[in-house]
Each structure stands twice: as structure tokens, then as C-alpha cells.
């Protein structure tokens, strides 16, 4: 693989891990719900999903637009571990050698191109066609968006009843998720 590439598809990494990062904080900041914390022998992630490469931050969905290892191995009907070690292998193939400058203005990479070389990637990993394991990442990403959605709705919802936004401004909230504006949302 190009090193252009390879920067290209590590960039593209890290500004979905950002634009999540900062949905999850607006999101966090805007409920007053208290979680426990995990205890030392879960293998749970602080978001409550079992981790795909055995850890990280984002329990399970690899920076790869929502989709969990043990629903991926579901859909595909193959082990998780497997779909686990694919994902790992693709990571450390696309991960740049440093660490990414901040994007510079319109270089956001192509998130079809990135889910292409997903879908590839796994489907030689793990020797399944390449059609099934786009329409497996297709399925998944649709549910975890819709999941996604309705959270926000509910979270939204409760804000006004609770006197904490009018709305108007829940709309408005909805609108720029939905349009991409924040919270990655929008694809």
C-alpha cells in the first residue's frame, strides 16, 4: 500500500475517533445519568460493548463507524475472533508511521473509499465475498445510526420536558446531527 495511502486512510481514522469524540461529550454533557464504573474483571468498555481488539476506547467498534466484532462474526456467520483479528490486522496496516497533523481544510478522507477497503480487507482475511461483508457493514452501520438516533431523540425529548432546551433548540440539535454538522452523524 501507498504511504499516501496509508496517511490518507490513518487521517481518515483519526478524524472519525474525533468528530465521535466530540459527539460523545456533547451528548455526555447534556444528561445528568450517573454509570458505574467497570469493574477490574469486566471485559466491558466504559460504553458498555465488548472490546473487538481486546481493549481501546471504543469497546468493540474499532473506529470503524459503529460496527461491534461480535455482530460483524453474527452477520457473517464466522467466529469472532476471527472478524477481531481481521479488524486488528487492518488497523495496524492503515495506522501511520506518526502520528497525523491535524487535517488541513477538504482532506477528510473518503469515508466509501474507507469502508471499500474495510469491506475488502475482511472479506480476504476471513475468505468470505466481498459483497456479503459490505452488506453486513452496511446493515450494522444502519442499525447502530438508527440505535443512535432514537438515543438522541429520547435524551432530546427529556431536555425539554425537563425545561433544559425549547424545542426549537432540540430540533435544531437534530438537524445538524443529521446533516453532519455535529456528531458525525449525516452520512
Do not use: C, W, Y
Not at 438508527?146 to 438515543?151: D, G, I, L, S, Y
Not at 425529548?157 to 446533516?179: F, H, I, N, P, R
Amino acid at each position: 500500500m501507498s504511504r499516501k495511502k496509508r496517511i490518507t486512510l490513518g487521517l481518515s481514522a483519526a478524524a472519525l475517533a474525533l468528530g465521535t469524540g466530540i459527539g460523545v461529550a456533547g451528548m455526555a454533557s447534556a444528561t445528568t445519568t450517573v454509570t458505574p464504573a467497570p469493574s477490574a474483571s469486566s471485559t466491558a468498555s466504559p460504553d458498555g460493548t465488548a472490546p473487538a481488539d481486546g481493549g481501546g476506547r471504543h469497546g468493540g467498534r474499532g473506529g470503524f463507524g459503529g460496527v461491534k466484532a461480535a455482530d460483524l462474526a453474527a452477520k457473517l456467520g464466522v467466529d469472532e475472533s476471527k472478524v477481531t483479528d481481521a479488524l486488528k490486522a487492518f488497523r495496524d496496516a492503515n495506522k501511520p508511521a506518526t502520528p497525523p497533523a491535524s487535517p488541513a481544510e477538504g482532506t477528510r478522507p473518503d469515508p466509501a473509499a474507507t469502508q471499500a477497503a474495510l469491506a475488502k480487507s475482511l472479506a480476504a482475511s476471513l475468505g468470505i465475498d466481498e459483497a456479503k461483508v459490505t452488506a453486513a457493514l452496511d446493515e450494522l452501520r444502519t442499525a447502530e445510526q438508527a440505535e443512535r438516533a432514537a438515543a438522541l431523540k429520547t435524551r432530546l425529548d427529556k431536555a425539554v420536558t425537563d425545561g433544559k432546551l425549547t424545542q426549537a433548540e432540540a430540533d435544531a440539535v437534530t438537524k445538524a446531527v443529521q446533516s453532519g454538522v455535529i456528531g458525525g452523524g449525516g452520512r
